[in-house]
T-cell receptor
């Protein structure tokens, strides 16, 4: 299996521009997570989907951030407009979760390093 | 609010010694706890899982303990090697999909 695939790996953009990050989860997984990692705040959960449905988006910083999962094999995280404080590494992770007895072992992608100038 | 602490930001030990990392939590009732390893420029990688009704788990040179009374997990790497140098993150999960990562401890094993 190819694992979780993220693109692009690096993104440099200017303040005010729209940024779209992409993720392909592991085939067969039914949960997908978007995280942001910075030195100051560590690994923060932004949003997660279960069976393509957004379950918890309480970690999304503000309305400038949006995420979609149109099908089981693709998700996007969009920032519009971007700001310098959005600079971070964004990770996508996937897992297979079926009920309260299961454990959410997450498989992470390589991340997208975003720099907003 | 939920809080997870890991013993220190950084830990330096000599090769061959046992590294012990600590994960403490408050205001949380985890059903299980996981440890992940993260190398620079990469995503976290799952290492071990221990459930609330388990006291200890082992995998090769790794050992995890879980004390729900103390609200603490210890992660041990025996016979440490320079290749074990990385950041180690603990993560707590409940019976829903409420999953929270700790801040991580950066381990350096010195030759």
């Amino acid at each position: 299996d190819a694992g979780v695939i993220q693109s692009p790996r690096h993104e440099v953009t200017e303040m005010g521009q729209e940024v779209t990050l992409r993720c392909k989860p592991i085939s067969g997984h039914n949960s997908l997570f978007w995280y942001r990692q910075t030195m100051m705040r560590g690994l923060e959960l932004l949003i997660y989907f279960n069976n393509n449905v957004p379950i918890d988006d309480s970690g999304m910083p503000e309305d400038r951030f949006s995420a979609k999962m149109p099908n089981a094999s693709f998700s996007t995280l969009k920032i519009q407009p971007s700001e310098p404080r959005d600079s971070a590494v964004y990770f996508c992770a996937s897992s297979f979760w079926w009920d309260s007895a299961s454990t959410d072992t997450q498989y992470f992608g390589p991340g997208t390093r975003l720099t907003v100038l | 609010s939920q809080k997870i602490e890991q013993n220190s930001e950084a830990l330096n030990i000599q090769e061959g010694k046992t590294a012990t990392l600590t994960c403490n939590y408050t205001n949380y009732s985890p059903a299980y706890l996981q440890w992940y390893r993260q190398d620079p420029g990469r995503g976290p990688v799952f290492l071990l899982l221990i459930r609330e009704n388990e006291k200890e788990k082992r995998k090769e040179r790794l050992k995890v303990t879980f004390d729900t009374t103390l609200k603490q997990s210890l992660f041990h790497i025996t016979a440490s090697q320079p290749a074990d140098s990385a950041t180690y993150l603990c993560a707590l999960g409940d019976r829903g999909q409420n999953f929270v990562f700790g801040p991580g401890t950066r381990l350096s094993v010195l030759p």
